[in-house]
């Protein structure tokens, strides 16, 4: 059985409006990035794969299997929503216990299993805590673990690190990649740092379209030559954002050391520098004619 | 995998609030109705009160329903259960009028002149008792002689259109007329008492009354255990991570049915401990050869499809709207059953009643008679209550798939 997701031709309708146009991914072993703004469609994606919504037109199989054949598919595929809780009541091990039951685990297998798991997520020494008393962090954490408790090939994790601390929000993104080692984990985020530090092949969703697809550097390169930096006065500040997407400024007393993307040098005290992940994406989504001029949503 | 939910859903069922309120309730009920329960003695010859009996007899449930109707007249208020509680009833002149014209037709007395001479004669002819306080009491009802010449049926259409002009709900509706309590004799009710305690081997009276209170609060209160349940994945944020499952639908919701049934019955069990201990101290001493299983017999056959029902009603409606309506749907139900129920309180009226009574531990030729349609009864409630779980677990898997939806501007949406 091939650990690969296909999706052919994937139309996705809420009534009258369109939520996926036409998507065709190919997903294989190990991390994919699915990055977009909020409300492009990423959920909706993931829900299908998770097999929590029917397809509307297209095809979809993962493993192999037809998302149609919903029992199978949740064989291989993990969940972890973007809103979700436990049991307030259970404990961790208990929470996981009654999970491992419905996956179709043995005693045995759940017995074994469990503690392993509980400690690759540094949540061991908090198994018998009540989930109600978990903080965010440690919630997403037994997240991921019931999630792989019956060890899918596919792990699907919708905004995993919304809310998180920075220091959460890395530990998490580690444990990731090291689920990421033997399937495959599809990280759906609007936070392209999260894609920044853990995918090597990502997709782009814009209003329910693919806009890209391919590796993290080939982003990066669309941008190469378009990046510049420069230290302007903050009255200059306004006419640039007038003309350039600004991803980033810093305030230096009376000036502003700002970051923009242009096709050309437009002044001389512009400095061209390497392009990132994000400057990549907001040129993306000004090519597209849907960026605002600010990163500020996208953080 | 199933054995395994089932008793991971019966430890969350009892880690429940709602839970073991249900149990605090069915033990006050208990106790308050049930706790201090006599045990019937061997009539002795010459006994104050033997108590009353249930008579199929037409002559006596003539005499015994136009007495009724003429001591109502007669006071001209009219004590009525329409949806089950107390109404008194006044008429108007025309309707007061109607009622005179019946009790002329069905007794041949014209006006409350006659008619109250009636009810002085037939008082003045009853022996008169005073009990330890000093009071006089009549051991007997109001009787009254029909007109010769009066049938059955016309004196049911009769009593059918008193019951109408009284607005229904009155002692004279079809189901009150059905039989009278008559007094018993020294015969009777050494009669009941071999039946009771050789028909019945004394626990099978005595369950049957067990069942009849604790029916009424199972009619209702499993709703809420159900409800609870079922509300829990939602409030808890768990849907998502249950839908994903492999587990099927049907194993999900069968194994919470089964355990909500299992943990309703366990408390109800552990309280008949205490009547059939009761019951087995006395027939040990009186020799007589009590079922030891009795109660098992009757919570299983007569209390069981109840609680099936009440707890199947709260599973589906829940999955349906995803809301308590499940509460309201079943309060209603059982508003209607308990209250239409009171006319059928000594037993041997089981009809098709979520919540059969038989207030009694005797009657148990009321019982043997009709224990069929109790059966039937049981049976379509029980048969009722999976098709509903069927229903729930096909509503469960659609939403697992997000095939069904509810959003309550278009009600719960089915896609294909």
Known sequence: MSTTIKIRNLNQYYGKKQALKNVNLTIETGMFGLLGRNGAGKTTLMKVLATLLPKSEGEVTVCGTNVSRAQEVRKNTGYLPQEFSMYPNMTVYEAMDYLGVLSGLSKSERKQRIPKLLERVNLLENRRKKVKALSGGMKRRLGIAQAILHDPKVLIVDEPTAGLDPEERVRFRNLLCEIAEDRIVILSTHIVGDIEATCENIAVLDEGEIIYKGTVSELTGMAEGKVFQAEISKRELETLKKQCVVTSMLTLGNNVMVRFLSDEKPFASAKPCEAGVEDAYMYLMQERGGGDGCLDNYL | ?416
């Open chain 2, 1 to 416: 995998m199933f054995g395994q939910l089932f008793i991971k859903e019966c430890r969350q069922t009892a880690k429940s609030l709602i839970y073991w309120l249900i149990v605090l309730v069915l033990i006050f009920n208990f106790a308050t109705q049930l706790g201090n329960m006599d045990i019937m003695q061997k009539p002795k010859e010459g006994q104050e009160d033997y108590g009353y009996k249930q008579s199929d007899d037409k002559n006596m449930i003539m005499r015994t329903t136009l007495g009724q109707l003429l001591e109502e007249y007669y006071r001209e208020s009219y004590s009525t259960y329409p949806i089950g509680f107390y109404k008194s009833v006044t008429l108007n002149d025309k309707e007061d009028k109607q009622i005179e014209e019946i009790i002329k037709e069905t007794t041949g007395l014209s006006g409350r002149t006659e008619t109250r001479k009636a009810i002085e004669k037939w008082y003045a002819a009853q022996p008169k008792e005073t009990n330890a306080e000093g009071a006089l009491v009549l051991r007997k009802s109001m009787e009254a002689e029909p007109v010769e010449g009066l049938t059955f049926e016309r004196f049911e259409e009769l009593m059918d259109e008193a019951d109408h002009i009284l607005g229904g709900g009155s002692g004279y509706e079809e189901v009150s007329r059905k039989s009278a309590s008559v007094p018993m004799t020294y015969e009777d009710a050494v009669e009941e008492y071999r039946k009771l305690t050789e028909k019945d081997r004394l626990t099978g009276g005595y369950a049957r009354l067990f069942s009849d209170y604790m029916v009424i609060f199972l009619g209702l209160l499993p709703v809420f255990l159900a409800v609870t349940r079922e509300l829990r994945d939602k409030r808890a944020g768990m849907q998502d991570l249950i839908y994903t499952r492999k587990g099927s639908s049907v194993n999900i919701i069968a194994s919470r049915y089964l355990s909500m049934l299992i943990m309703l019955v366990l408390p109800v069990l552990a309280l008949s401990v205490i009547p059939l201990s009761q019951c087995l101290r006395y027939a040990s001493a009186s020799g007589i050869s009590a079922d030891i299983w009795a109660y098992v017999k009757y919570i299983f056959g007569w209390l069981l499809p109840t609680i099936m029902t009440a707890t199947a009603v709260g599973m589906f409606f829940t999955e349906l709207t995803d809301t308590a309506l499940a509460v309201l749907i079943q309060g209603a139900w059982w508003f209607v059953a308990v209250f239409t129920g009171i006319s059928t309180l000594k037993g041997g009226i089981y009809g098709w009643s979520l919540i059969p009574r038989h207030n009694t531990e005797l009657n148990w030729t009321g019982f043997h008679d009709n224990f069929s349609q109790l059966a039937s009864n049981r049976i379509v409630y029980a048969s009722i209550s999976i098709i509903l779980v069927a229903f729930t677990a096909f509503i469960y898997n659609q939403k697992r798939k997000g095939r069904y939806t509810v959003s309550w501007k278009g009600f719960g949406r089915l896609k294909k």
